[in-house]
Structures are given as C-alpha cells and as structure tokens.
Nanobody, 124 residues
C-alpha cells in the first residue's frame, strides 16, 4: 500500500522555524512528484511547495517564497519542508502528497496519495 507519513508540526512563535518530514512507503519515491499543501480553518487547501523527483524542479507559492525550502532524499524515501520566518498566517494543517503529475500545477482534488496532515500553529 502507498503510505505517506507527515510529521514535524507543532506550535511556534512568529519568526520561528519548523521542519516538516514526509516519509513514503509502498512505492518508488523517485518515480513520483512530491508536494506540500496546507489547509487553514475555513479555507480551501492550497499548494505550498512541490518538487520534481525527475529533475529537482521546485515550485513555491508566492506567500512562502524566500522562507520555505522543499527538498527530498530519494534514498530515504523522505521529503522535507523547511519553514523559516514563520508567520501567523502560515497556521494550517500541512499535508504531503505524491502523484505522477506535478501536484502544485494540479487541482488538489485530483491528486492520489495524501499523508494524514500535521498541524502547524504560529502564534503572534
């Protein structure tokens, strides 16, 4: 079975940092495109950052450019999202996703494999 396990969320003060991890199993990691999405209360799920396992192409939402960094370690079947200079508006449940298409360029409702989500809360 394809499984994605997201971890690393927590409570942090504004300006702080967190690193999220997404451990994958049940599929060949480097055959898939990996992404991080988030969903804040009352808002639609949005793409935050994605990375191509083929060529390392990355995407960042404008709201996180310069603050977040996505990476992947294919040998460990794990993707990461380093989040620096966190703001209260970054508060959300963060999900990792894997698909054969580049997730950040797709409608999230069409994406196939999702982790369970990890909550990030940024206090002001």
């Amino acid at each position: 079975d394809v499984q994605l396990q997201a971890s690393g969320g927590g409570l942090v003060q504004a300006g702080g940092s967190l690193r999220l991890s997404c451990a994958a199993s049940g599929f060949t990691f480097d055959d898939y495109e990996i992404g991080w999405f988030r969903q804040a209360p009352g808002k639609e799920r949005e793409g935050v950052s994605c990375i191509s396992s083929y060529d390392g192409t990355t995407y960042y939402a404008d709201s996180v450019k310069g603050r977040f960094t996505i990476s992947s370690d294919n040998a460990k079947n794990t993707a990461y999202l380093q989040m620096n200079s966190l703001k209260p508006e970054d508060t959300a449940v963060y999900y990792c996703v894997a698909d054969l298409v580049f997730p950040c360029y797709s409608d999230y409702r069409t994406l196939n494999y999702w982790g369970q989500g990890t909550l990030v809360t940024v206090s002001s």
